[in-house]
């Protein structure tokens, strides 16, 4: 029945209807139109899946949407102009460009940490850049995927725009069929089912992924600032962010008086709503369950009650974790973290590189030395220097993993770039034809020199 669908998505786009620039401003504006129009049931939705409370979901899922799509609708006469590039002076008559295409049916998959953020994101970019597209959001937020289908529904015909809800099978019986690009977000794991999938029909494919993002305290950080922001960016959701940072490694010079701060500004940020009952929800059973077995893995410095019912794991933070703890072994993906001490920024550096490419790396240092030492010798998808989850918010950045966490990236006009084939195009002159390059020894010659 998806063979329909997606028959039904290629036609349309073939039709040429989805190039018009103005009919892709016209879905981006249905798009903020819709998301103002269910913004609330959106909302409760969330707060019923996830326990997620509205001011943070306004920020973190609605702000950030319309902020992409403002940027699109600004940005698109630009972003379709034909990119004109250089042509060599031995192609004399020819001139070349680089125009965009959309690719046809974009299938996009995401995860249920940012539910919302994480489906309609990518469908910005797939609609600027003139895409039809089905999307497949995650099966452990259910309420917020009904709305998200409903809304799709009754915004967009399903010729451009469609929800298809289910499990892990529904969205295995999608990457089956033809599309034209695979957007996936989620684990690493599934990232492979995901690319061998995509294998069979040589589809292009972009993997937003995972992985245990360090964050990095120098001796010459401003203590206080970099435990708020740590804070903050680890515990946010209950810590299940894909770009929160998984670990801390603090110059053992100002090991003691940066945890005393971090106890602190956890404890100022976040113990108001472990009170009110108001902090994030763990997803569900399984990953409560995972989460409260790391709790044995080190010393607890602040934190550590749980409420397995209500799911809600209070922010946790561990020291004395032996780096081979399992812990250390997955990605954490809640609100636990485990501090460790370095005594030279060779072995951070070690540290670091001893684990999988990580989606984010944030430094905290006043010495621009340090700062360069950091993200220039470490391998990572973005980041940060004293600061935590910002860069994603910047829709001049573009976003993404390396390796194992993930293949290509979006956000602003990446969005545009990754749902857009790249057509190279030369054109040459028949007003003359110069004989040169049917003598094929000499045009060799001349392409070496080049
Ligand atoms: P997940 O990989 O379990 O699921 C993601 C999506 O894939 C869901 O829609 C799910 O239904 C589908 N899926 C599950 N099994 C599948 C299979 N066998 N074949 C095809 N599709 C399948 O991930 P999750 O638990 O929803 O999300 C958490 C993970 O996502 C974390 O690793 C996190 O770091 C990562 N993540 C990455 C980003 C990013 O932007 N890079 C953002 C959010 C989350």
Redesign the pocket.
């Known amino acids: 029945m998806y063979e329909t669908l997606l028959a039904v998505q290629k036609e349309h786009v073939f039709t040429g209807a989805t190039k018009a620039v103005a009919y892709r401003k016209q879905q981006l504006q249905k798009l903020k139109t819709m998301l103002q129009t269910y913004e609330k049931e959106l909302l409760s939705a969330l707060r019923a899946d996830l326990n997620k409370q509205e001011p943070e979901a306004r920020m973190v899922e609605m702000a950030f949407l319309h902020q992409e799509i403002d940027l699109a609708l600004e940005s698109i006469d630009e972003w379709v102009k034909p990119m004109k590039v250089k042509t060599p002076t031995s192609h004399a008559g020819s001139k070349s460009w680089v125009a965009t295409e959309p690719y046809g049916s974009v299938l996009i998959?995401?995860?249920?940490?940012?539910p919302i953020q994480?489906t309609f994101a990518p469908l910005i970019g797939a609609l600027a850049a003139g895409n039809a597209a089905v999307l497949?959001?995650?099966?452990?937020t259910p309420r917020t995927s009904s709305i998200m289908a409903a809304a799709v529904r009754a915004t967009f015909p399903k010729e451009l725009v469609t929800v298809v809800e289910?499990?892990?099978?529904?969205?295995?019986t999608?990457?089956n069929l033809p599309f034209d690009s695979i957007f996936?977000?989620?684990?690493?794991?599934?990232?492979k089912?995901?690319l061998e999938?995509a294998a069979k029909h040589m589809t292009p494919c972009t993997?937003?992924?995972?992985?245990k993002s360090p964050v990095i305290v120098d001796g010459e950080a401003k203590l206080k600032l970099a435990a708020k922001r740590i804070a903050w960016g680890k515990f946010l959701n209950a810590g299940?962010?894909?770009?929160a940072p998984d670990y801390a490694l603090v110059d053992e010079d100002v090991y003691e008086p940066f945890l005393e701060q971090l106890k602190t500004q956890t404890y100022t940020l976040f113990s108001d709503k472990t009170k009110e009952g108001t902090y994030t929800q763990i997803?569900n059973d399984k990953?409560f369950e995972r989460l409260r077995r790391y709790l044995d893995n080190g010393h607890i410095a602040l934190g550590g009650q749980i409420s397995p019912q209500a799911r809600l794991m209070s922010p946790t933070i561990l020291t004395n974790v032996p780096w081979d703890a399992p812990i250390m072994q997955e990605?954490i993906?809640g609100p636990i973290l485990p501090v460790f001490r370095y005594k030279t920024p060779a072995e951070a550096i070690q540290k670091v590189r001893s684990l999988p490419n990580p989606?984010a790396l944030y430094v905290f240092s006043e010495n621009e030395r340090v700062q360069r030492l950091f993200t220039e010798q470490l391998s990572f998808?973005g980041g940060c220097i004293n600061d935590t989850l910002m860069h994603?918010a910047n829709p001049y950045l573009p976003?993404?993993?390396k390796g194992a966490?993930?293949i290509g990236a979006y956000h602003g006009y990446e969005s545009f770039r990754t749902f857009s084939h790249q057509k190279s195009l030369l054109k040459q002159s028949t007003t003359f034809d110069v004989p040169f390059r049917y003598k094929q020894g000499k045009i060799a010659n001349t392409f070496i020199r080049n």
Not at 109 to 114: A, G
Not at 207 to 211: H, N
Not at 240 to 243: D, G, P, R, S
């Open positions: 998959i995401s995860p249920w940490n940012y994480l497949k959001p995650s099966e452990l289910g499990d892990a099978k529904t969205a295995e999608l990457l996936f977000t989620g684990s690493a794991a599934v990232g089912i995901v999938k993997l937003e992924l995972g992985g299940q962010t894909c770009i997803v990953h990605e993906f989606l998808g994603a976003f993404g993993g966490s993930g």
